[in-house]
């Protein structure tokens, strides 16, 4: 009889550390999920953002995106992306307005150098890898929105 209850215990004891372990690997993949869903929606941010540049015509030399708290003070997350692309400044317009059309904000700039330099993104610095040729004309063309539904705000990437 001593020996069943030892049997017993043992089963339940197995039963209880699996039980936790199993606990503990559905809590790590839901901590994984929402801290990675940000991470999602800037895909599609930046996704829906070089559909729109090339429905305008434009071929996308690079594509550089992120998202946390960009600029300014204060939580919350912001999403910012850019594209380098050749073009002329008088054509540029009509994407420009394209763009204003979905976007909370959205710009252009003659790019010189391999940094993307705006206000929308300083306190997420980014660069260009794609070496520039000093004889042809370039541009970033950048969006951005201080929030997009979804968004997890407890996103340690957000303070």
């Known amino acids: 009889m001593e020996r ?3 049997k017993n215990t ?4 197995i039963i209880a550390i699996f039980a936790l372990f199993a606990v503990l690997a559905v809590i790590c993949g839901l901590f994984l999920v929402l801290f990675n869903m940000n991470g999602f929606i800037l895909k599609g941010f930046e996704t829906d953002f070089e559909e729109t ?4 015509g434009y071929e996308i030399l690079e594509t550089k995106s992120v998202y946390g708290k960009l600029n300014g003070n204060g939580n919350g997350i912001n999403y910012f992306s850019a594209v380098l692309i050749k073009a002329d400044e008088n054509e540029i317009e009509a994407l420009e307005e394209a763009l204003e059309e979905k976007h909370e904000i959205s710009g ?7 940094e993307i330099a705006t206000v929308y993104n300083e306190h997420a610095p980014l660069e260009y890898e794609t070496a520039l040729n000093e004889s042809e004309t370039y541009y970033t063309v950048y969006v951005f929105e201080s929030h997009i539904s979804g968004s997890n705000p407890l996103d340690p990437k957000g303070h």
């Open 4 to 6: 069943k209850t030892q």
């Open 108 to 114: 252009y700039y003659k790019q010189e150098g391999l």
């Open 53 to 56: 540049v090339k429905a305008e």
């Open 10 to 13: 043992a089963k339940t004891l």
